[in-house]
């Protein structure tokens, strides 16, 4: 018998010590990109951690299909179990159906209606903040949408002042995880600053969250939001009553974890992202106000204009293929397995990134250029499946994808519907914020414009307290 082969090509580049852990923070998606022309599957070093990138589409496809050979994992998905639990995002193969068949109905298309009142109610709200002709921090803008929006939709009997705090702790949560995922559990006992406030902000959600979810079991009520149907969630394969046939507290709280991180980030980042790339192709932008002009009613995008704002949802999809707020992903092999005629031991971490696949001129036509009329009917049969993981695919495919579609085109119609927004003089070029677990810009501040006839709060009427970081 001959020996099973284990080697893989190493990246270039690799320092002693640190191996690829510089150039993976310097400039992450630059060394993404560069990693196909190496190989199809590549190792990479991490800080501690050797990983399998893997770079080939219908390898990548494999992996993600293959949710028992290759299951949550790796170093993303290790370290955030610490802190987002045993939720549908994060438990492995052994706990997913059960939990899926349980969630999946609180994601049914037909509560969609409701959600998108919230979705359009929170980006009016903190749009009409806005002052005509200022500066703003568009990620913070986007960013406070999507958390109260998320905030709502999951509990919205909730008092405001605790949806609230969840969400200032959910931010310096997301700051702190992503550089902890990349350093070895024993610098965790090094008490710096970022650590204490780390610490504070998860003992604090955990807290606050327990005490949502003892409200809800007192009143005892549906509110017809996320938290009520998990509460109500029943397994259909239990015998009512059995153990496991009623989700726990401790399941509830990470499930709402779970929502929180994954629906918030991505969409807030998403919807930056998609300013951004219009505020740069004006053409683009103005055939996004003229759809808005004519579909919306009183300049607020509502459900049932969805079908209608086709422009509006093609801009929304090639932001994402452009910037995946999920650009990386990743596994670990739970038996010794084959990958690309590889032998791969159990053990192994990969790699997957959904932002190198949308980026390969093999399966797009000039990939780099932002050309929403790729995901028109006519052109769309020329994308090969599963060319676009945004939402990834097999069994772990993204539970809120219908969600988040709906908020990011409802939020972008609404904003465009009054406004327009412009790059500050010599801040065009914005790159991609490291240390973040979804794929977020960096420093991306624009001028408001209010859009010819539609009002825009002017600069003496607005007002005084803006949602977020509002700029002179
Ligand atoms: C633009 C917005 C979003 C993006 C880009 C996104 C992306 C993704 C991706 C790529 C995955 C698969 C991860 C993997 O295979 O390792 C995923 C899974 C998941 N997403 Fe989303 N997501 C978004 C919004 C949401 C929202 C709004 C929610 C819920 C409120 C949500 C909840 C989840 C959950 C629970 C999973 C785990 C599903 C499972 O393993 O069965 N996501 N998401």
Redesign the pocket.
């Known amino acids: 018998m001959t020996q099973a082969d284990y080697s893989f090509v190493t990246a270039p580049g690799a320092l002693p010590l640190l191996g690829h852990t510089l150039r993976f923070l310097r400039d992450p998606l630059r060394f993404l990109r560069s990693l196909p022309a190496v190989g199809d599957l590549v190792t990479i070093r991490l800080g501690p951690f050797d990983a399998l990138v893997v770079c080939a589409p219908e390898l990548t496809r494999r992996v993600?299909l293959d949710d028992r050979t290759f299951d949550?994992g790796g170093f993303l998905f290790d370290r955030s179990r610490e802190f987002l639990g045993n939720?549908?995002?994060t438990c492995p193969h052994k706990d997913?159906r059960r939990?899926?068949r349980m969630?999946q109905p609180a994601?049914h298309r037909g509560r969609l209606p409701g959600y998108a009142q919230e979705m359009r109610a929170q980006a009016r709200a903190v749009t009409d903040a806005w002052q005509a002709g200022r500066t703003i921090d568009v990620l913070a803008e986007t960013t406070t949408i999507s958390l109260r929006t998320?905030a709502a939709t999951i509990f919205s009997a909730a008092p405001a002042a605790l949806r609230e705090s969840l969400a200032a702790d959910l931010v310096t949560l997301e700051e702190g995880v992503f550089r902890r995922m990349l350093l070895p559990p024993h610098t965790d006992a090094i008490p710096t600053p970022g650590k204490r406030r780390y610490d504070r902000a998860y003992t604090r959600s955990q807290q606050t969250i327990n005490r949502i979810i003892a409200d809800y079991r007192a009143d005892g009520i549906d509110h017809g939001d996320?938290m009520s149907m998990l509460l109500a969630a029943q397994d259909d394969l239990a015998a009512p009553g059995a153990e496991g046939a009623r989700l726990s507290d401790e399941e509830v709280r990470d499930?709402v974890m779970?929502?929180l991180f994954?629906?918030t980030d991505?969409?807030g980042k998403?919807l930056a992202w998609a300013l951004h790339l219009l505020g740069r192709h004006p053409r683009i932008a103005e055939r996004l106000h003229a759809e808005v002009d004519e579909v919306l009613t009183d300049g607020v995008a509502t459900f049932e204009d969805l079908p209608r704002l086709e422009m509006t949802r093609n801009i929304v999809t090639e932001t994402?293929r452009l910037y995946?707020?999920?650009w990386l992903?990743t596994?670990t092999t739970t038996v010794d397995t084959e990958l690309g005629g590889r032998q791969i031991p159990a053990g192994t971490d990969v790699v997957l990134s959904?932002y190198q696949i949308h980026h390969r001129a093999d399966l797009y036509t000039d990939p780099e250029n932002f050309d929403p009329d790729r995901w028109a009917p006519e052109r769309v049969k020329a994308i090969p499946r599963d060319a676009y993981?945004?939402?990834?695919t097999g069994?772990?495919?993204?539970?809120?994808?219908a969600?988040?579609m709906t908020?990011?085109t409802l939020v972008l119609a609404t904003i465009a519907a009054r406004w327009r927004l412009e790059h500050t003089s010599g801040r065009r070029r914005v790159r991609a914020a490291p240390y973040a677990l979804a794929l977020g810009p960096k420093e991306l501040y624009m001028r408001t414009v209010a859009r010819a006839g539609q009002g825009g709060t002017k600069p003496q009427d607005a007002a005084p307290a803006q949602a977020t970081a509002n700029r002179a």
């Open positions: 993600l949550k939720g549908l995002g997913h939990q899926r969630i994601f998320t996320l499930q779970s929502f994954a629906s991505t969409i998403a994402m995946p707020p999920g992903l596994r959904p993981l945004t939402f990834g069994a772990r495919k993204c539970i809120g994808d969600y988040a908020e990011a």
